[in-house]
C-alpha cells in the first residue's frame, strides 16, 4: 500500500504540516511507504498512490476536492486547520492514532459532493448572512473555528440587511427576501453550528434551509437555537430536500462554500451522489 498525505502550509497555522509529519511517522513506523505532498506539489502524481490522507480543515478539503474532482481514490481528512466540520461529521472527536487505526481498517464508502457554478464543494453553499460572516473572516487572523466565526457573526449581526431572492427547484419555486439560505450536504458548519441537522452526505439530496428576515432580538434569541440544531421547526424556517436548485439575485449574492467566500449574482448547485470515496 501507498498512501500520500497532502497538507496545506497555510492550514491551521502550521498545524496542518505538524500533523503530516506526525502521520508520516505513525505509517513508516509500521512500514507503509507514504509520502507528504504540500498545495504546491499537488500534481497528477497523487493519482498512483493508493489512498490520500488529507491533513488540513474544510478549506484545504474544499481546495483539494477542486484540484481532484475526478479523483476516485479512497480519501480521508485528518483534523489539521481551524475549521473542521466535515471532519467532524465523518470522525467525531478522536485522536490521531486511534483515527489511524480505523482507517488502515476502513472500507470505502460513497459520499455526495455539490457543484455550485463549476466548483464543488462537501459540506455546503451558505448564502446571505452566512456569506457576509464569510467573507469578514477573509484575510483576518483565524483563532480557531468557532471563535474566529462568532466574532464575525458578532460584527454582523447589528448591521445585515436581507436580500431579495428568486429561488427555484423541482420542489418549490419561492421569491422574497431572506436572511440565511443553506444548501447542505454536512449537518454543520462554523466551527459547530448545525444548520442542517438531518443533513446525510450519502443520501443524493441536498437539505435546504431558508432562514425568513429577523430582527434584531429574533437574531440574537434564536442563534443558540441553530448552534444546537433546534431550529427545524420553527415558524420563520422553510426545509425541504432538492437534488438541485437555482438562486438569483438583482445584486451580487455573497455566499461560502465550505466556508470560502464565493460571489455572483446567480447560483446553480446540483448535488452529485457517490462522487467521492472515504475512508470513515
Same mark, same amino acid.
Given at each position: 500500500?501507498?498512501?500520500?498525505?497532502?497538507?496545506?502550509?497555510?492550514?491551521? /497555522?502550521?498545524?496542518?504540516?505538524?500533523?503530516?509529519?506526525?502521520?508520516?511517522?505513525?505509517?513508516?513506523?509500521?512500514?507503509?511507504?507514504?509520502?507528504?505532498?504540500?498545495?504546491?506539489?499537488?500534481? *497528477?502524481?497523487?493519482?498512483?498512490? *493508493?489512498?490520500?490522507?488529507?491533513?488540513?480543515?474544510?478549506?484545504?478539503?474544499?481546495?483539494?476536492?477542486?484540484?481532484?474532482? %475526478?479523483?476516485?481514490?479512497?480519501?480521508?481528512?485528518?483534523?489539521?486547520?481551524?475549521?473542521?466540520?466535515?471532519?467532524?461529521?465523518?470522525?467525531?472527536?478522536?485522536?490521531?492514532?486511534?483515527?489511524?487505526?480505523?482507517?488502515?481498517? &476502513?472500507?470505502?464508502?460513497?459520499?455526495?459532493?455539490?457543484?455550485?457554478?463549476?466548483?464543488?464543494?462537501?459540506?455546503?453553499?451558505?448564502?446571505?448572512?452566512?456569506?457576509?460572516?464569510?467573507?469578514?473572516?477573509?484575510?483576518?487572523?483565524? @483563532?480557531?473555528?468557532?471563535?474566529?466565526?462568532?466574532?464575525?457573526?458578532?460584527?454582523?449581526?447589528?448591521?445585515?440587511?436581507?436580500?431579495?431572492?428568486?429561488?427555484? /427547484?423541482?420542489?418549490?419555486?419561492?421569491?422574497?427576501?431572506?436572511?440565511?439560505?443553506?444548501?447542505?450536504?454536512?449537518?454543520?458548519?462554523?466551527?459547530?453550528?448545525?444548520?442542517?441537522?438531518?443533513?446525510?452526505? *450519502?443520501?443524493?439530496?441536498?437539505?435546504?434551509?431558508?432562514?425568513?428576515?429577523?430582527?434584531?432580538?429574533?437574531?440574537?434569541?434564536?442563534?443558540?437555537?441553530?448552534?444546537?440544531?433546534?431550529?427545524? %421547526?420553527?415558524?420563520?424556517? %422553510?426545509?425541504?430536500?432538492?437534488?438541485?436548485?437555482?438562486?438569483? &439575485?438583482?445584486?451580487?449574492?455573497? &455566499?461560502?462554500?465550505?466556508?470560502?467566500?464565493?460571489? /455572483?449574482?446567480?447560483? %446553480?448547485?446540483?448535488?452529485?451522489?457517490?462522487? @467521492?470515496?472515504?475512508?470513515?
Amino acid at each position: 500500500m501507498k498512501i500520500a498525505i497532502a497538507t496545506n502550509t497555510l492550514a491551521g /497555522s502550521g498545524k496542518a504540516v505538524k500533523l503530516a509529519a506526525k502521520l508520516l511517522a505513525i505509517l513508516t513506523q509500521r512500514k507503509i511507504a507514504a509520502q507528504i505532498f504540500t498545495e504546491k506539489e499537488w500534481d *497528477d502524481r497523487l493519482y498512483v498512490f *493508493d489512498q490520500v490522507w488529507i491533513a488540513g480543515g474544510d478549506g484545504t478539503v474544499n481546495y483539494f476536492v477542486n484540484q481532484y474532482n %475526478d479523483i476516485k481514490i479512497p480519501l480521508c481528512i485528518f483534523n489539521g486547520g481551524t475549521g473542521n466540520d466535515f471532519y467532524s461529521m465523518l470522525y467525531g472527536k478522536t485522536t490521531t492514532e486511534v483515527q489511524v487505526n480505523h482507517v488502515l481498517q &476502513s472500507t470505502p464508502k460513497p459520499i455526495d459532493a455539490g457543484k455550485c457554478n463549476e466548483k464543488y464543494f462537501l459540506n455546503g453553499v451558505g448564502i446571505g448572512f452566512d456569506g457576509a460572516v464569510a467573507k469578514g473572516l477573509q484575510g483576518v487572523h483565524k @483563532f480557531g473555528g468557532k471563535t474566529s466565526f462568532m466574532l464575525s457573526v458578532l460584527k454582523h449581526i447589528l448591521f445585515y440587511k436581507e436580500q431579495h431572492y428568486t429561488i427555484t /427547484s423541482a420542489e418549490k419555486s419561492v421569491e422574497g427576501k431572506f436572511m440565511m439560505i443553506s444548501i447542505a450536504n454536512g449537518t454543520r458548519y462554523g466551527g459547530g453550528f448545525f444548520v442542517a441537522p438531518l443533513a446525510k452526505a *450519502d443520501d443524493g439530496l441536498f437539505d435546504v434551509i431558508l432562514v425568513k428576515p429577523l430582527s434584531l432580538f429574533k437574531r440574537l434569541r434564536y442563534l443558540p437555537v441553530i448552534e444546537k440544531g433546534k431550529h427545524l %421547526d420553527l415558524p420563520f424556517i %422553510d426545509y425541504y430536500k432538492t437534488q438541485q436548485i437555482t438562486i438569483k &439575485s438583482d445584486l451580487p449574492i455573497q &455566499s461560502h462554500l465550505d466556508g470560502e467566500y464565493l460571489e /455572483s449574482n446567480k447560483f %446553480d448547485i446540483e448535488v452529485l451522489p457517490d462522487h @467521492f470515496n472515504f475512508l470513515f
